[in-house]
């Protein structure tokens, strides 16, 4: 890519945890096979999440030290060391095995460094356009933040295997093919050790963390365990739950069409959240939610550069940055 033809997608400071940072990968890469350590995943999966994922080339990515240094979680800004991480990223293979092919390639096919700005520029390796941009089928998909916090690397991939199984609620692995899948075929070749290291700590983090639990049971012959059957199940949201059993789809419609949300992707939950601030910030002033909602939105949309609109137009309700309250209040008394 050159010129004119460039896309960059410049990662801002503070925008790790969004609300609609969506990792979506083909399944044939979720089953890939590669070896990455715990902050090699966390780099790729929020490169990932920031794709274009409608184009048909990658678009440039451009993170600065700060960002690095929050999604590793440590306060170290030494741009030597992020360098190195970086680097060796670059080196890290990743092995795609379809019907009738056997992909190995690198995760990136370029890194820049500007110097003097702590800017860094990844593209990902080409090869991998069909696995990661326009994905219409055979694909699995979620939210960044449920591996964020995860800390054993294992976790991160056993986390993904299942997830893509989730709408079945079950998965059989056999053992030997979960060790290679997971790179740790020679390192634990005992069951114990695979279990202490591998499958016990991935089942607490993934449990407490994320947003499915699993459990998993051992296959064996004899006395030997030759594979593990985990069964899946989605955490429900009792909140979103409570939500949809107070307020039906029509009046959350009517709650997005009077705010002038009605082009937002907004779940209920999302959309009762917003109208709760609303009606907080208003109650006391008697003036309409439904304009200062809709007052503060067009205020952020008019600013052209949010990456986050939920989490945005949250913020801008709860300070009024529109200035919304003053404004329909000289309407009022007009």
């Not at 053992?175 to 202490?196: A, P, Q, V, Y």
Request: with cysteine.
């Amino acid at each position: 890519m050159s010129g004119c033809h460039e896309k960059y997608h410049y990662m801002k400071k503070g925008e790790i945890m969004t609300d609609n940072n969506l990792v979506v990968k083909h399944n044939a890469l979720i089953e890939a096979k590669f070896d990455l350590n715990l902050n090699e995943q966390k780099i790729i999966l929020y490169a990932v999440s920031k794709l274009d994922r409608t184009e048909e080339k990658f678009n440039i990515l451009k993170i600065d030290l700060i960002e690095f240094t929050n999604l590793l979680g440590t306060t170290n800004k030494r741009y030597d060391e992020v360098r190195k991480l970086v680097r060796e990223l670059r080196k890290k293979e990743v092995i795609i095995n379809t019907k009738d092919d056997e992909l190995i390639t690198g995760w990136l096919s370029s890194i820049q460094f500007r110097k003097r700005t702590g800017i860094i520029e990844l593209e990902f390796s080409q090869k991998l356009i069909p696995y990661l941009l326009q994905l219409k089928k055979f694909y699995t998909k979620y939210e960044l933040k449920n591996i964020l916090f995860l800390k054993n690397k294992y976790s991160i991939r056993i986390y993904e295997l299942l997830k893509q199984y989730q709408s079945i609620g079950k998965r059989e692995f056999n053992l030997e093919e979960l060790k290679d899948n997971l790179g740790c075929l020679e390192k634990f070749k005992e069951f114990r050790d695979f279990k202490r290291r591998v499958l016990d700590p991935a089942k607490k983090e993934i449990n407490n963390l994320t947003d499915i639990n699993f459990e998993y049971e051992k296959l064996t012959r004899g006395r030997k365990v030759i594979g593990i059957k985990f069964s899946i199940d989605y955490k429900i949201d009792k909140e979103k739950q409570l939500i949809d059993s107070l307020y039906s789809k029509e009046e959350i419609g009517n709650i997005k069409i009077k705010s002038g949300l009605e082009n937002e992707r907004f779940n209920s939950k999302q959309i009762m959240e917003l109208y709760q601030i609303a009606v907080e910030k208003t109650n006391s002033q008697e003036i309409d939610p439904f304009e200062y909602m809709r007052l503060n939105y067009q205020a952020i949309i008019t600013k052209g550069t949010v990456r986050s609109t939920y989490a945005y137009l949250k913020k801008a309700l709860e300070e009024d940055f529109a200035g919304a309250a003053n404004q329909l209040k000289f309407c009022f008394n007009v």
